[in-house]
């Protein structure tokens, strides 16, 4: 197992978060182990004179010395006030230069075996000598022969917490009663003020300790992973079923070599996204269902850091595929190089692939006639520097930069007969954007996004697709699926408050004016014209009483939840976040349960206020329906993976079966309905448990049969 090396205070942990364990109940299975907690029992004295032993005999006498106790566990004083919140013992009326602070723990000899890493955190001022069962482990500022008038050899201010890794003396730990002992130096006797806050923590062996309900996947590369830095590596996954135990010792469900790169971090978070491709023997791309997922070649471990709940970016990822605009994710515990990183969602890339975007292969021979048109796929996102081109329609008056777009399939560095056709292509979308583009993609990835007020929706992780021209000429859009930044998670762009369009917000260029993200003009153009607005309303009242009722977002939510009750722990063990601020943060709950139901009433909160705002589309709606005068049916998304939504019109009232035949002719399901009035309907079904391939869907009524085709694509 890999460790952490040891440091000094001059140097100190540089992985300070994996250091800080968040102690949760018992029955959540941590690894970390809290000896000698904050809020510790402790035993304080400012000497008047040496007192032998103090830090090495826990059969000291010492009730003469005052009790600490209790949160937030501080010894010390300040005049100015700005120590008061971490002081639990008040030293102001007994000042000297230094304090001795004993805090005696018991160790269960079971226990004492399995640890093998231990760590102090202190926040001091001005400086410590930390000793364990009479052994100097760890000093800062500090003279090299300490006497009870000690001073401390230069100033430090006590704000934040240091961490000094002291595994190397772990041996001095013993199976029953220990003794943790420090000596707080101030600067001088006159000093206005003085602090000595500590804690002490050991970690188990992973390797034979690390117990989870969610899979685990371990990554070897060949090499240190950093920005654009492609590495080999081996890939395990241990994954026994839902509801079973996982265990780093387990034997691998799935096996593979791969090829995986660190990818950008816009805030610099400790916690990495990584994308990774699946090769086999001879280094060729390859396609697995990786936990469950539809077969693919290209994934993502994205990283949930500053969403404090670990759920943003998955019940996101669920809605979008049940309305048949994304893909499935699942959540994962993730190690590299021995290292545990923590919590994971794993998803699908969107590249190009029968099961992902689903587009005409190109080549670079593809040059000329229908064979130039596509597949093309393309991305908007905070990169600039990528290869693609500048879009010449500026997204308002004065805009300091053009919206790019950067070229994702076929290749970052296009013939130049393709890069032309694309180039143009593009120009007329812009121009005609309601003629070029899908609106029903166009519709949902307004509807996933807003739902989310996600505050990078329609500038940054856009992804834009087209096949060639003989299989479809329009434009497909479709999210990245990164919603860190979203459902109330940011005060950015006013992404915190539950009222109000993001793209209201976002295309207000006196708001963005000093970004360097801008949403394109055309989406301005589609909010505005109804051949989006009569759409986007009639699949929201599709949507509202199904994948988008209150009921159906908040049962995913919680079950997600309640998967993650014990999990949670190991994670925020190694990514300490809760009750931290975390750019670019809204709210700051001081407990994990905080944080999850600050989301849950804010998810709640939107889809009421979504609820409402849609009603400002009806009048177009109700304007632009004309009656109706004969029976419809379709379906969409088609293709879809798992969920489509088959929509139906009647002229009259009418009793309606639904079928679903499968390729052999096989009814597999069926909707009935007695005496539907005249008017549109629509119901979904989901294809989850069948295979991928053709299906049929037939309407019945009294006097109207029809049939059509549909796929499922995994």
Not at 132 to 148: F, I, K, M, S, T
Not at 292 to 314: H, I, M, Q, S, V
Not at 335 to 359: A, F, K, P, S, T
């Amino acid at each position: 197992m890999k460790l952490l090396q040891r440091c000094h205070y001059s140097k100190p942990v540089g992985i300070v978060l994996f250091l800080l364990a968040v102690i949760q109940s018992a029955a959540s299975q941590g690894l970390n182990v809290s000896l000698v907690p904050v809020d510790a029992d402790k035993m304080v004295i400012v000497p008047a004179d040496d007192i032998d032993n103090w830090n090495s005999d826990p059969a000291l006498i010492d009730t003469a010395w005052t009790l600490c106790s209790g949160a937030p566990g501080g010894i010390g004083f300040d005049s100015a006030g700005d120590y008061d919140k971490f002081i639990t013992l008040n030293l102001a009326g007994s000042r000297g230069s230094t304090c001795y602070v004993r805090a005696k723990f018991d160790l269960a000899a079971g226990v004492l075996a399995e640890l093998d890493y231990l760590v102090i955190g202190i926040r001091f001022d001005d400086g410590f000598i930390a000793y364990l069962n009479g052994e100097l482990v760890a000093a800062a500022n500090a003279p090299q022969n300490p006497n009870h008038r000690s001073n401390a050899s230069q100033p430090h201010e006590a704000q934040g917490m240091v961490w000094f890794d002291i595994t190397a003396h772990i041996d001095k730990l013993l199976a029953g009663e220990n003794l943790f002992a420090v000596q707080g130096m101030n600067v001088t006797g006159s000093s206005p003020d003085f602090l000595i806050q500590v804690e002490l923590f050991g970690r188990k062996n992973y390797q034979r300790n690390f117990v989870s309900d969610l899979p685990i996947v371990v990554v070897q590369p060949d090499g240190p992973l950093s920005v654009g830095n492609i590495r080999t590596a081996s890939m395990q996954i241990i994954d026994n079923g839902a509801g079973q135990e996982h265990r780093l010792t387990h034997a691998a469900s799935y096996q593979s070599r791969i090829e995986i790169t660190q990818l950008t971090n816009q805030y610099n978070y400790p916690k990495n996204h990584y994308s990774f491709t699946l090769k086999d023997g001879s280094d060729e791309s390859v396609s697995a269902p990786l936990l469950g997922l539809a077969a693919g070649d290209e994934w993502l471990f994205y990283a949930p850091y500053n969403d404090k709940t670990l759920l943003r970016n998955l019940i996101m990822a669920e809605l979008a595929a049940h309305m048949g605009c994304g893909h499935s994710a699942r959540i994962c515990h993730l190690y590299i190089h021995d290292d545990y990183m923590g919590i994971y969602v794993l998803q699908e890339q969107n590249n190009r692939h029968v099961n992902r975007i689903n587009i005409a292969a190109m080549t670079p021979s593809d040059l000329q006639g229908d064979a130039v048109t596509g597949g093309y796929i393309l991305d908007i996102n905070n990169s600039r520097s990528l290869p693609g081109f500048d879009s010449p329609v500026a997204p308002f008056r004065g805009a300091p930069y053009a919206i790019r777009y950067l070229y994702r399939y076929p290749a970052l560095e296009l013939p130049q007969e393709q890069e032309n056709y694309i180039r143009s292509f593009i120009n007329s979308f812009e121009a005609q954007v309601i003629n070029s583009i899908d609106i029903a993609s166009a519709v949902d990835y307004f509807l996933v996004n807003e739902l989310a007020k996600n505050v990078d929706a329609y500038r940054n992780h856009m992804i834009l697709y087209k096949d060639r021209d003989s299989i479809n000429p329009r434009l497909y859009i479709k999210s990245a699926m990164d919603y860190n930044n979203a459902c109330g998670n940011t005060t950015l762009y006013e992404g915190n408050r539950v009222a109000g369009w993001q793209i209201d917000y976002l295309r207000n260029s006196q708001n963005v004016r000093s970004d360097s993200m801008f949403v394109p003009m055309w989406w301005q153009q589609l909010f505005e014209d109804k051949a989006f607005t009569v759409p986007l309303y009639k699949r929201w009242r599709a949507l509202k009483d199904n994948v988008l009722s209150e009921d159906f977002v908040l049962h995913k939510v919680d079950s997600l939840y309640q998967i993650l009750t014990d999990d949670r722990v190991l994670n925020f063990e190694r990514w300490p976040v809760t009750g931290r601020a975390v750019e670019p943060y809204g709210y700051i709950g001081e407990t994990y349960h905080d944080d999850y139901d600050h989301f849950y009433i804010w998810m709640v909160d939107r889809l009421d206020w979504m609820n409402e705002a849609m009603e400002d589309f009806r009048t177009t709606v109700e304007t632009d329906e004309r009656p109706i005068t004969d029976y419809a049916l379709e379906n969409y998304p088609n293709p879809f993976n798992p969920v489509t939504t088959i929509a139906y019109r009647l002229p009259k009232k009418n009793d309606v079966s639904l079928r679903i035949y499968n390729s052999r002719g096989r009814m597999i399901d069926q909707f009935l309905f007695r005496q539907l009035a005249a008017g549109t309907h629509a119901v979904q079904w989901d294809g989850s448990g069948h295979p991928s391939g053709i299906y049929y869907y037939k309407i019945v009524t009294q006097d109207f049969e029809q049939t059509k085709r549909m796929s499922l694509v995994r």
